[in-house]
């Protein structure tokens, strides 16, 4: 398995795409404690890796699952994932772009009969949207979601701390509570910003994401609590009075709220807002 000095090297040599994110992870203690963390069994797991760039966590997580896709959009990376084809059965590769597909595409039908993990060092930039294409949103039926156990990544720590966020502080916000929603999220490992090269400009974490077999909250109308969460996120600053009528709530339905005065929204928790939405439908 590749050393430190054989990771700088290789990411040295690498031609990076500036568009596309690419910060290598060049510490071999650290890529070995996420395949750690990921908690992989080569009997049985199936799993998904996002943005493979130079293989250099592609490489430890190809002995320790049952099969490996890796889904990368960048034209240099080919030649690393083509000599790992070659060498594993295990282990195939798509020159696409992940936001464009889902599992079925990736995923060959035989593998299907059980549940997929991700393991990933994703393009930061697109964190939400990528946990958005695989969760969908609370009212969303999902093409990816019925598929996945798991989504273990490493993002810009200060999006961890987001999804890990409590009511109250200042990390908390809508995309804590759709992941929450559908999701335990567990942070397990912090990932300085000298451990990658180039060097980013932020400090990373590794995060578990293991899905529920159903959302937190039981809701009716799972678009409502979503409409409140906006409106609760997009006037943070205001009391939640004000908040929600600033966000087209009526009169007669805050009145069915009996707010208190000096409420704010970020101070609620997911099952707190459920209640309220029952009492508005």
């Known amino acids: 398995m590749s050393t430190d000095k054989d990771l700088i090297f290789r990411a040295k040599n690498y031609p990076k795409q500036r568009s596309l994110g690419q910060n290598f992870l060049v510490c071999s203690k650290t890529l070995d404690q996420i395949v750690a963390v990921s908690d992989l069994n080569p009997e049985n797991d199936v799993v998904i890796e ?7 966590l592609t490489e430890r997580l ?22 790992l084809k070659a060498n594993n059965d295990n282990f195939d590769y798509l020159r696409r772009d992940f936001l464009s597909l889902n599992i079925t595409d990736i995923v060959a039908p035989e593998f299907l009969d059980q549940k997929v993990k991700i393991v990933a060092n994703i393009p930061y930039q697109i964190s939400t949207k990528i946990l958005l294409h695989l969760l969908g949103e609370m009212a969303q039926e999902s093409p990816n979601r019925k598929y996945l156990s798991e989504i273990n990544i490493l993002v810009q720590k200060e999006f961890a701390q987001r999804l ?16 929450r929603y559908w999701a335990e999220v ?13 060097s980013p400009k ?10 529920r077999d159903k959302p937190l909250v039981d809701v009716a109308q799972p678009k409502q609590l979503r409409r409140l969460i906006k409106a609760i996120f997009a006037n ?11 966000a087209g709530y009526l009169e007669a339905e805050i009145a069915k709220l009996d707010l208190s005065e000096n409420l704010r929204g970020e101070t609620l928790t997911l099952q707190e807002m459920a ?5 508005l439908t």
């Open 202 to 211: 932020v400090d990373s974490a590794f995060i578990k994401i293991k899905l």
């Open 236 to 246: 943070r600053r205001k009391k939640l009075l004000n908040g929600l009528k600033a």
């Open 50 to 56: 996002i943005g493979s760039g130079a293989g250099f």
């Open 62 to 83: 190809v002995g320790n699952v049952k099969q490996l896709y890796s889904v990368e959009l960048d034209q240099n990376a080919l030649t690393a994932l083509e000599i």
């Open 186 to 198: 567990e942070y397990c490992l912090d990932v300085p910003k000298n451990k990658f090269m180039p």
């Open 164 to 179: 890990c966020a409590e009511p109250g502080c200042k990390a908390y916000g809508a995309i804590t509570l759709l992941v």
């Open 275 to 279: 209640e309220m939405v029952k009492l």
